[in-house]
């Protein structure tokens, strides 16, 4: 049914020591062994687990995400981290414009725009997240603002390297997911705005074990970014193997 490739992405967040990644990642490599290769894995860690997870995902069917680059390859940017630096770890993805990062760091679609050109200057693919409040939705306002969303972070970005997550604000952590049939709509209006219809459009927010296999039944969903959920290896692993 998907029309671009199929990526289910974990987005840890802020969780989980060096240690912890490794027993996650015992775990995990035992569950998808039988997953289907045009299946792509990955996985968004914390900055402090990307060097020990490299190591132990070379050469497997897990691939590396960071959650987070900046625009510029050094400089005087306490607490960031460049293309550079996530290349030099074999890191593939990395997550750009997440909602928490708009709303508790000051981010924008401009400098999330930034950020998507420099992801792919190093060869890491973005992957822009978008998605409208619940006071947007209520208001009729999801489309405008996603589309506004869009056109601003994608200004002279080269859509044949791109993933985009349509993440509503509302059903991030809240336990609400969007309908399924609804967020396949949205997507579709996300793959109308662009010119490379095979970009990879998932859906996040509250994406469980029970609700996989409806969300990634719809005609224009082609993965999943996964938040609390994927802090479990075996959760996640059902998700990775939807049927």
């Known amino acids: 049914m998907a029309v671009g490739k199929i990526i289910i992405a974990g987005n840890w967040k802020m969780h989980k020591t060096q240690a912890e990644a490794l027993e996650f990642l015992?775990?995990?490599?035992?569950?998808?062994?039988?997953t289907d290769e045009t299946r792509e894995i990955v996985l968004?860690?914390?900055?402090?687990?990307?060097?020990i997870l490299s190591k132990s995902l070379h050469g497997g069917k897990v691939?590396?995400?960071?959650?987070n680059v900046h625009w510029e390859d050094k400089g005087a940017y306490?607490?960031?981290?460049?293309?550079?630096?996530l290349t030099e770890l074999s890191v593939d993805y990395v997550v750009i414009g997440h909602s928490e990062r708009r709303q508790y760091f000051s981010e924008t679609d401009e400098t999330a725009n930034l950020r998507v050109i420099t992801a792919q200057r190093h060869g890491l693919t973005p992957i822009l997240c978008v998605g409208e409040t619940k006071q947007q939705r209520d208001a009729g306002e999801a489309e405008s603002v996603i589309i506004n969303q869009l056109q601003k972070g994608l200004v002279d970005v080269d859509q044949s390297n791109l993933v985009i997550a349509y993440e509503p604000i509302w059903a991030i952590g809240t336990g609400d997911t969007c309908e399924s049939t609804e967020a396949n709509r949205i997507i579709r209006v996300i793959r109308d705005q662009l010119s490379n219809k095979n970009v990879t459009i998932q859906y996040g927010g509250s994406v469980k074990p029970n609700n996989i296999d409806e969300i990634m039944a719809q005609s224009d969903i082609d993965g999943a970014l996964v938040g609390g959920a994927s802090l479990d290896p075996v959760n996640f692993a059902r998700i990775i193997n939807y049927q």
């Not at 691939?63 to 959650?67: D, N, V």
């Not at 306490?78 to 630096?85: D, H, K, V, Y």
């Open 78 to 85: 306490t607490g960031e981290i460049s293309g550079p630096m």
């Open 44 to 51: 968004c860690v914390p900055f402090t687990a990307l060097s």
């Open 26 to 34: 015992t775990v995990l490599k035992s569950k998808v062994e039988e």
């Open 63 to 67: 691939r590396l995400g960071a959650q």
